[in-house]
């Protein structure tokens, strides 16, 4: 089993729709769960984190977190063609390591 | 502007000849990591460092070096490379924080062993 799963995709909705991104992960001892976006050939780059029960919203982004159930989510609402990359769900494993999952892509279309 | 930097961008070299990855940031992070992306696989991390002179493994080292001599630099060496290192290799840093544990990445570096 991997230590960080998420569905490769592709994701697809239309613009204006929510997209739901899921990640399970293994570790029940994980502290702080990330979410990176990726566009191709670009570098990973940090939307949110969290690391308490419940959710977190900043902006259009609200991430999930259930660790009795060792799940995390995000939620984009009122998708745009430009959210349209790669997802990378990452759980910190413990102090300084970060495990990532394979990425789940999103197309949002017009 | 605060950054982490990486060169070469590209780089397409032979197997065997010794290579050098730089990577600097400007944030005064203690932390910095290597990464290596290929597809089906994730990111999957090299080695990091936990502050100078402090360096440890992590799920991938084979075949690279490290070293951090100075807060700012933490090169990647690949001392005879060989084509499954063929990648697209990413340098990271961070705070060190208690639970918050936010990584900032380089631009990334395609390289090509032939």
């Known amino acids: 089993q991997k230590e960080v799963e998420q569905n490769s995709g592709p994701l697809s909705v239309p613009e204006g729709a929510i997209a739901s991104l899921n990640c399970t992960y293994s570790?029940?001892?994980?502290?702080?769960f990330f979410w990176y976006r990726q566009y191709s050939g670009k570098s990973p780059e940090l939307i949110m984190f969290?690391?308490?029960?419940g959710d977190k919203e900043d902006g259009r982004f609200t991430a999930q977190l259930n660790k009795a159930s060792q799940y995390v989510s995000l939620l984009i609402r009122d998708s745009q063609p430009s959210d349209s990359a790669t997802y990378l769900c990452?759980?910190?494993?413990?102090?300084?390591?970060?495990?990532f999952g394979t990425g789940t892509r999103l197309l949002v279309s017009p | 502007e605060a950054q982490v930097t990486q060169n070469p961008r590209y780089l397409i070299t032979v197997t065997g000849k010794k290579l050098t990855v730089t990577c600097s940031q400007n944030?005064?992070?203690?932390?910095m990591s290597w990464y290596r992306q290929d597809p089906g696989l994730g990111l999957r991390q090299i080695y990091y460092?936990?502050?100078?002179?402090?360096?440890d493994k992590g799920d991938v080292p084979e075949g690279y070096k490290v070293s951090r001599k100075e807060k700012r630099n933490f090169p990647l060496i690949l001392e005879s490379p060989s084509p499954n290192q063929t990648s697209l290799y990413f340098c990271?840093?961070?705070?060190?924080?208690?639970?918050?544990?936010?990584?900032?990445f380089g631009p990334g570096t395609r390289l090509t062993v032939t």
């Open positions: 990271a840093s961070s705070l060190r924080r208690q639970r918050t544990y936010e990584q900032y």
């Open positions: 460092s936990m502050n100078v002179e402090v360096t």
């Open positions: 969290i690391y308490s029960n």
């Open positions: 944030m005064n992070h203690e932390y």
């Open positions: 570790d029940r001892g994980s502290q702080s």
């Open positions: 990452a759980v910190n494993t413990g102090f300084q390591k970060l495990v």
